[in-house]
């Protein structure tokens, strides 16, 4: 069970992150988390949204490359420790985390959310699905 | 089955060209110091007179022309002809200062067409081929020379001329063209917007192209050959010569036959003037022994290439040039070192980006700095930063080892560098010398 993540390239320059966002705003796409990863001279805006078909249609006629990344989301308990007992599950499975996001729960305060990027997507997910640790998934993440 | 426009002429024995050759030049000498008074000049500096010169063997004694000789002769200085006899002009886009006004006699135009119309048949061009000449019209010599060539062979001629691309694509598929003249940075982009509209190379009616006024890598070639699904062939010319077709390819691609019964080529050392050996690289200079209204003798252009005599599959016996790389004038010396942006363009293609590049220059701390744009592409991105900054890393190297020197890469999004419907603009240099 994965999330579809959108990854898109940006020039790093002022205004392109904005240009991007506009795009998507314009187009009534709803952002359920965000992180930007950059270099010197370009970065990597990595999206989760609530409908990927028309996110990635929006960014091809708005000119943007972008690609699909399958990516973990899980469900986190909002609490001390909480993300501790997500990666100790990983690290005893062996799996490798490239790299890893928030965003919060929105109407479901209990919880937080967190994405994973990892190496090896199905043994992450079986061995956090066989410590009860929840994972969602794109209608899920349409419907937060 | 090869094809020509000229037999007699493209495949005669080369005792057959030098004869025309000798005949020729002997009479232009004469010519020109009886009515360019800026050449005879010359000529009288170096205590020459026309009887000096009594073939081929000879040419090397008289003095050179340059652009520098154009610039100051500008407008009338170098015309061979009364006005009364001239029929038109054609000049340089002056991308490298003044502009060059050329001029034409009918006859000049005659056999100008002749040559462009060589290209054409070499390409594969008959009169059941729709040519479509999408060079500019006008001052340029591209479109008028294409376009005279393309009614001599019968071609049924669409005379677009440069820019508005979806109505260049609209003629070349609702009257099926065949046949493609244009820069070869204006068939890439036509290409990448065919592609961008879905259309496949089987879907496109076009066969050949005949690309030229700009230096082109073989791998730009390759990339237009596969996009248009046609086979690209490069044309040589100068607008002070008579403009495209001073040389073009044939269907061995390989280097540019030089229509040797209007151009005596010749290779020299750019420092020295000095005539080198035969297969040396060098600045290449032309005398044009045909031309009445602008006969220039002994024309630097600046164009770094070497001759081939070597025999052709092709059966045309007419000397030929390599592809140059490019021309002392787009030469860039960037911390000493001399780099040509077609050599840029072929480590581009060959780690597979696209020939959409910019080459900035800049002096920084009195250090010149080499920075090179490129556009990301949907099959070079990936969500991984550390893949995509290998991929950077990698062409840095591809550059350093082509050119001998550290440039910078940097990712730029798509479509950002702007598209040329005639020349490119490749370089943009910022020092301040």
Known sequence: MSLKQISVFLENKPGTLHAMTTALAQNGVDMRALSLAETKDFGIVRLIVDNVYDATTVLKDAGFIHSLTPVLGVMIPDEPGGLNQVLQVLNEAAVNVEYMYAFLGGADADHAYMIFRVQDGEAATAALTAHGIRLVDQDEVAGL | ?433
């Open chain 2, 1 to 433: 089955m090869e094809r020509y426009y000229q037999p007699e002429i493209e495949c005669a024995s080369r005792e057959q060209i030098l004869a025309w050759q000798n005949e020729r030049l002997v009479k232009q000498v004469q010519h020109v110091w009886d009515n360019v008074p800026y050449y005879r000049k010359k000529m009288e500096a170096k205590g020459l007179t026309p009887a000096d010169i009594k073939g081929v063997d000879d040419l090397h004694k008289l003095p050179f022309l340059s652009k520098a000789d154009l610039r100051e002769a500008y407008p009338y200085g170098l015309v061979g002809m009364p006005l009364k006899d001239c029929v038109r002009i054609q000049s340089t886009s002056g991308t490298t200062g003044k502009r060059v006004v050329a001029f034409y006699t009918q006859h000049d135009i005659d056999l100008w067409e002749d040559c462009c119309a060589r290209a054409i048949v070499a390409a594969g061009g008959t009169n059941e081929d729709v040519c479509q000449v999408s060079y500019g019209y006008g001052l340029f010599t591209g479109g008028p020379g294409l376009n005279g060539g393309s009614h001599k062979v019968g071609c049924l001629t669409i005379p677009t001329s440069s820019g508005n691309t979806e109505r260049q694509i609209m003629f070349i598929r609702d009257l099926n063209a065949t046949i493609l003249c244009c820069t070869p940075s204006y068939a890439a982009y036509i290409g990448e917007t065919m592609r961008d509209m879905g259309l496949t190379p089987d879907q496109i009616p076009l066969k050949a192209g005949i690309f030229g006024a700009e230096a082109w890598s073989e791998e730009m070639r390759q990339d237009i050959q596969n996009t248009l699904g046609i086979k690209a062939y490069d044309i040589y010319g100068l607008t002070e010569l008579s403009g495209p077709g001073v040389s073009f390819e044939c269907s061995a691609q390989s280097g540019m036959h030089i229509n040797e019964d209007h151009f005596i080529a010749e290779i020299i050392d750019p420092d020295t003037g000095e005539v080198l050996p035969e297969g040396s690289q060098g600045e290449l200079v032309f005398t044009s022994i045909t031309k009445e209204a602008f006969p220039l003798l002994r024309y630097r252009t600046r164009d770094i290439c070497s001759l081939s005599r070597e025999k052709c599959p092709c059966g045309r016996t007419h000397v030929k040039m390599v592809k140059p790389k490019g021309r002392t004038d787009d030469m860039l010396i960037i911390r000493g070192v001399n780099v040509f942006p077609s050599q840029i363009e072929t480590v581009l293609l060959n780690y597979g980006y696209p020939a959409n590049y910019q080459i900035i220059v800049d002096r920084v701390k009195s250090t010149d700095t080499l920075d090179v744009h490129v556009e990301m592409t949907p099959e070079m991105f990936t969500d991984n930063l550390g893949e995509v900054s290998r991929r950077q890393d990698e062409l840095v190297d591809g550059l350093r080892s082509m050119l001998g020197l550290a440039a910078k890469v940097t990712l730029v999004a798509p479509k950002s560098i702007v598209r040329s419907e005639g020349k490119a603009v490749r370089v943009i240099d910022r020092r301040k010398i």
